[in-house]
């Protein structure tokens, strides 16, 4: 069943992302020809499944050490396979084919705890990733074949299982005559620093830290449940971001540590958003100020990200943004003020969906595997060496 899909012209492959902006499931229906670095990847269909309140929160707990449980990882292992599923479903439904012209299926799974370095003062706690969404399920639901949990297996060979998405950023948006900085803005913001002409080895890829987490939270929060996001970053631009709890936020540890490095919720979760927006409160901050403020930060971080890791060993000339944090109009303009001489775009201006990118990037990842192509990046994630990253779960 597998190995005939490599004799074919080009595959069909929906790609499945869910992120840590814990939004909803992306699905992008792609037709995938070649292979490795010679890869072209053709989006076909998008379909975008958002998490209603109740699973968000859910998830919320799982990604909490004071609220999530193993009765509960358990159970939603199985229950966001079934969500999954419905995606991938659901978008080819709309891409109006049929499920017999997909080929495979790609799924990240939606990870609820990653802990890229060793624990010092518990044994236990090693080098380690969970992301659910069990990839059997999802076979049996769909009736295909499933390529999945991919961190695991560049951390086994001793790189932090993050950021992965800079291995097809470099496919899709290396160019000859100039550098570019490839930035997502989901939950978690990462770049990809990709010289004019250069090899994957000199790829500069790393987490710059939050991305809209901290600014969703502060809107959930403020608007009592009412909204998910700041929709266009017209809440941000109606206050004023307070600079020196920018900077202070900005003396977090993180922003100091040399690449390659990677973060998520254990870092930037909701107990740090509240805490964040306590002290704003009590500093008389009022609600478009609060939200301005974490938008400020997204956009520092990033900046200074750039400044002092990627530019020294990576000129380039343009910045180009995907993610959800690519329709935030504030955040951007704040990020085009922040790297004068930088032109900031987003990956919808060359023909690549701002939203559908990460979804792609499986895609991507899941034609390597096919081929037995190593898919991970070591320049990015710290591995010492290249390895082949997925699990493979058949349908029958």
């Not at 509960?72 to 499920?99: I, Q, S, T, W």
């Not at 900077?247 to 998520?264: I, L, N």
């Amino acid at each position: 069943m597998i190995g005939e899909l490599t004799n074919k012209p080009s595959r069909l492959i929906i790609g499945l992302m869910s992120g840590t902006s814990l939004d909803g499931v992306d699905a992008a229906i792609v037709r995938v020809e070649g292979k490795g670095l010679q890869t072209k990847a053709e989006l076909v269909g998008y379909t975008a499944v958002p998490y209603d309140d109740k699973l968000r929160e859910k998830l919320k707990e799982l990604c909490s050490v004071d609220y999530s449980d193993v009765a509960k990882v358990c159970g939603m292992n199985f229950y966001m396979a079934d969500v999954l599923a419905e995606a991938a479903v659901r978008a080819a439904a709309e891409a109006g084919l049929p499920m017999d012209e997909i080929d495979l299926i790609s799924s990240h799974g939606q990870t609820v705890w990653h802990i890229p370095v060793a624990d010092e003062q518990d044994w236990s706690l090693v080098r380690s990733t969970l992301q659910i969404g069990d990839i059997s399920v999802i076979a049996k639901r769909t009736g295909k074949p499933v390529i999945g949990d991919y961190r695991t297996a560049d951390m086994a060979v001793g790189g932090q299982g993050a950021p992965l998405v800079p291995y097809a950023d470099f496919i899709l948006f290396r160019e000859e005559a100039k550098g570019r900085i490839v930035q997502n803005i989901g939950g978690i913001g990462n770049c990809a620093g990709i010289p004019a002409g250069g090899q994957p080895e000199q790829v500069i890829a790393f987490d710059t830290g939050p991305g809209n987490m901290l600014i969703d939270q502060a809107v959930h929060t403020l608007s009592g449940g009412e909204k998910s996001y700041d929709a266009g970053g017209e809440w941000a631009a109606q206050g004023t971001a307070d600079a020196a709890i920018v900077a202070e936020m900005m003396s977090h540890p993180y922003f100091a540590m040399q690449p390659p490095k990677t973060t998520g919720r254990e870092l930037f979760g909701k107990a740090y958003a509240q805490q964040w927006m306590e002290r704003m409160s009590r500093q008389g901050l009022g609600d478009a100020d609060i939200v301005a403020t974490f938008t400020a930060f997204t956009a520092h971080s990033i900046a200074q990200s750039y400044r002092e890791f990627v530019l020294p060993a990576c000129p380039a000339s343009e910045v180009i943004v995907s993610g959800g944090g690519a329709h935030n109009r504030t955040l951007l303009a704040m990020l085009a003020g922040l790297l004068p001489g930088l032109s900031v775009t987003t990956s919808d201006a060359l023909g690549i969906s701002s939203d559908a990118k990460e979804a792609v990037a499986f895609a991507v990842f899941a034609n390597n595997f096919l081929f037995g192509i190593p898919n991970n990046l070591p320049s990015a994630t710290g591995a010492p060496v290249q390895t082949i990253m997925g699990k493979l779960a058949l349908p029958g």
